[in-house]
């Protein structure tokens, strides 16, 4: 017997991560009828399966969505399960209409409306959010596939702790940005000897990161049309984001030690630029994530040469329904934060709450 079924909504807002319930939470404001389709059989579960120690770099007091504080010390820095539970709380506070266990195959254009196919059926809407954050696929270097069996390796996505490597032997992590640099000096403190490749990305202390005048300029003057949030843009795409928790030399004081870029793989063992080949144990590829939107099949979407969709703070220039929100830099320096989702997802319900009106026309 076939289960699947067809739902027609006004909206529907793909992923049911920060930035998602942020748009719901604004579209519920407005009386819009609207689903949230969330992979996950929990909401918040992105933030439970990543690696038991990761905490935000935002202190709580600049971690709130929008109409709820973070239940925590406004200046402590809130840990992935209290994110984790904070959004599930928030879906329970708003009554946000959230469908569990909903993976989304593909949206196309279906006459006038947007079609939206799950794996237990098709959604229609007049207006679609994406919402599931742009980095999707967890990205590795082609030469990573021949790292010998003998060595235990992990993409950052796949770590938890340091108990995954239970031979003795040297660990290398790949990528020194900040998810890197914090996994190197988790695994340095066990004792082990760690090793961290890849090229530096500066520093900016939290202290000014989390400091009133920086969100204070990130969100009124480094914005979409400013040069200078748009240079940062590029170099961040470019060279990485910035680390922020820990320097390299908070890393060099713990005894993480810096090698140079892995280049290939030979006889099973990492090799890096020098030719040199590193006889480790231990593998974690902290080397970030691919950007995937080819399950968005809609001729009036365009992708630029980098792989992020092209649009104007959110809204897709050649669709009259279709929208992003939690993208990087996407209105503001902080778009893709907790504290600093709720101006895109605020503007872009306004936007639907517009085009959704009898009244308007086009």
């Known amino acids: 017997m076939d ?3 067809d739902v027609h909504r006004d909206v529907v807002i793909i992923g049911g991560g920060q930035s998602g319930l942020a748009t719901g939470y604004y579209l519920t404001q407005r009386n819009i009828e609207y689903v949230i389709l969330e992979a996950s059989g929990r909401v918040g579960d992105s933030w439970r399966h990543r690696w038991d120690s990761l905490r935000l770099f935002t202190q709580a007091k600049n971690s709130s969505l929008p109409g709820m504080r973070f239940p925590s010390n406004p200046e402590s820095y809130p840990t992935k399960d209290e994110v984790a539970n904070y959004l599930e709380s928030y879906v329970s506070c708003f009554s946000l209409p959230v469908r569990l266990d909903t993976r989304v195959k593909g949206v196309d254009r279906a006459g006038e409306r947007y079609r939206v196919e799950t794996d237990d059926g098709v959604y229609h809407a007049k207006q679609v959010i994406i919402a599931t954050g742009p980095f999707l696929d967890p990205s590795r270097p082609t030469f990573s596939e021949d790292i010998g069996d003998a060595i235990d390796d992990y993409h950052s996505s796949e770590y938890m702790n340091p108990s995954h490597f239970e031979t003795d032997g040297d660990i290398l992590v790949v990528g020194a940005g900040n998810a890197g640099t914090e996994i190197a000096l988790e695994l340095a403190c066990t004792g082990r000897r760690t090793l961290l490749a890849g090229p530096s990305v500066g520093y900016v202390p939290m202290r000014v990161f989390n400091s009133r005048f920086f969100w204070w300029l990130a969100t009124n003057l480094l914005t979409a049309e400013n040069v200078v949030c748009r240079m940062i843009e590029n170099y961040s795409r470019s060279h990485g984001d910035p680390l922020v928790r820990y320097s390299e030399s908070t890393a060099k004081q713990a005894n993480v030690e810096r090698v140079g870029r892995v280049t290939g793989v030979e006889a099973g063992y990492p090799v890096i630029e020098s030719g040199q080949r590193l006889n480790v144990s231990g593998v974690v590829w902290a080397t970030g994530f691919d950007l995937n939107y080819e399950w968005l099949n809609i001729p009036g979407l365009e ?16 669709e009259l329904g279709l929208y992003f929100v939690g993208l990087p830099y996407q209105t503001t320096l902080v778009s893709a934060s907790l504290g600093g989702v709720g101006v895109d997802a605020d503007r872009i319900a306004s936007t639907v709450a ?3 009106s009898p009244h308007t026309d086009f």
């Open 3 to 5: 289960c699947r079924y």
């Open 303 to 318: 992708i630029d040469s980098d792989g992020y969709p092209i649009h104007d703070r959110g809204i897709v220039p050649g």
């Open 354 to 356: 517009q085009r959704l």
